[in-house]
C-alpha cells in the first residue's frame, strides 16, 4: 500500500473572464456567474501527502516571499482532505506539505490548487477510484476554481467555476507574471464589481465569442477580457501602474482572476532583456513562466 504520494500543483490565470450576471436561485444563489476561459501555467506549488499514526496535520515551507497562509483546518488543503475523510470513513492521520511558490491572493487559484491536489493525491493513496469529473464536482463545494484546477491545462468555466469543459491544448507560451505583493480578497473585488455594474447604464454582457473548437492563441488574444479588472484597478491603482510599464515595454497585459497579478506574453531576447532590466527590479514579484 502507498504511503506517500508527491503532486504539483500549478497556478492558472484567466485569459478571459465576462461576468454574466448572478444567480439569484439554486445551489449557487449569490455567486456571479462567470464565463471563463482558464490556463494553467509552470509556477507551481508542490504538495506532499504523507500517511501517519495519529492526528492530521500540515507544515508549509516558502521558498520565496509570497504571502502566509494557515496552516491549521483553515487551510483550503486540509479542508479537500477533512471533505474525503468524511465522506469515505477515512482513517487519521496524514501530513500535508506545502511548498509555497504560488503568490497568495493573487487571481491565481493557489489555495485551489492545493485542495485539487490533495483531493487527487488522496484518490490515490487511499485508493478510492473516484472520477476526475467527480473529485471537480466535490471540489466545487471548497472554491469555484478548484473544479478546474482538477483537470488543469486549457479550460472553459462556467457558472461560479463548476461547470468546466477542458479544451484542447494550445502550444506552450512565455509569459511574465508581476505582482505587487498584495494579497487581494476575491470577494471584495466582487462587492466592487457590484456597485460599478449598479451605476452603470448600459450593460454589456457576454459569453467568451471565440470557436471553442479549433481555438488558438490568435483568437484567444483577439478575445482578451477580464470584468474584474476595472473594479480591481478601482481599489488598487498599483495594478493599473504595472499594466502601464509592461505596455510601455511593448508588451500586452492583462490582470489575471480578481487580481492583482498581472500577465504578459513575450518572445525574444530583446523583450525579455527589457523585462529584467525594466520590470523586475521595480516590483516585488516577477515571474518568468509557460504555459502547461
Ligand atoms: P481565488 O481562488 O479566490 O481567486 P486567489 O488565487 O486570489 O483566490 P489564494 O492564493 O487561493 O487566492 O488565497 C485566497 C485565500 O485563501 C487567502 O486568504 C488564504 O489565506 C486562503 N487559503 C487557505 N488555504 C490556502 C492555501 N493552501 N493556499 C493559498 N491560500 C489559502
Redesign the pocket.
Known amino acids: 500500500m502507498m504511503q506517500a504520494i508527491f503532486l504539483e500543483a500549478p497556478a492558472k490565470i484567466n485569459l478571459y473572464l465576462s461576468v454574466l450576471g448572478r444567480f439569484t436561485t439554486g445551489p449557487y444563489a449569490g455567486y456571479h456567474d462567470l464565463d471563463m476561459l482558464m490556463q494553467s501555467i509552470s509556477l507551481k506549488?508542490l504538495v506532499t501527502i504523507e500517511k501517519r499514526q495519529g492526528s492530521s496535520y500540515l507544515t508549509v515551507a516558502y521558498p520565496n516571499e509570497v504571502g502566509v497562509?494557515?496552516e491549521d483546518e483553515?487551510?483550503?488543503?486540509m479542508r479537500a482532505w477533512r471533505l474525503l475523510q468524511e465522506k469515505y470513513g477515512l482513517p487519521e492521520g496524514i501530513a500535508i506539505h506545502?511548498e509555497?511558490n504560488?503568490?497568495?491572493?493573487?487571481?491565481?487559484?493557489?489555495?485551489?490548487s492545493?485542495?485539487a491536489a490533495v483531493l487527487k493525491g488522496i484518490n490515490q493513496l487511499f485508493g478510492l477510484g473516484i472520477s476526475l469529473e467527480e473529485l471537480a464536482r466535490m471540489g466545487a463545494s471548497l472554491?469555484?476554481?478548484v473544479p478546474f484546477c482538477i483537470y488543469q491545462g486549457l479550460a472553459r468555466a462556467e457558472g461560479m467555476g463548476e461547470r468546466v469543459t477542458p479544451l484542447p491544448a494550445l502550444p506552450s507560451r512565455d509569459c511574465v507574471l508581476v505582482n505587487p505583493g498584495i494579497?487581494?480578497?476575491?470577494s471584495e473585488i466582487f462587492r466592487e464589481y457590484d456597485i460599478i455594474e449598479k451605476n452603470k447604464i448600459a450593460k454589456d454582457k457576454h459569453s467568451f465569442g471565440g470557436p471553442f473548437s479549433q481555438l488558438s492563441w490568435e483568437q484567444v488574444d483577439q478575445w482578451m477580457q477580464n470584468d474584474l479588472e476595472a473594479a480591481a484597478i478601482g481599489r488598487y491603482p498599483v495594478i493599473a501602474e504595472i499594466k502601464e510599464d509592461l505596455a510601455a515595454i511593448g508588451l500586452h497585459p492583462f490582470m489575471s482572476?480578481?487580481g492583482p497579478s498581472v500577465i504578459a506574453f513575450w518572445q525574444g531576447a530583446t523583450e525579455r532583456k527589457h523585462i529584467e532590466e525594466k520590470i523586475a527590479p521595480k516590483w516585488p514579484i516577477t515571474v518568468f513562466c509557460q504555459t502547461i
Open positions: 506549488d497562509i494557515p483553515n487551510n483550503l488543503a506545502i509555497k504560488i503568490p497568495v491572493g493573487a487571481g491565481l487559484a493557489g489555495g485551489s492545493d485542495a472554491g469555484g476554481d494579497s487581494v480578497l476575491t482572476g480578481s
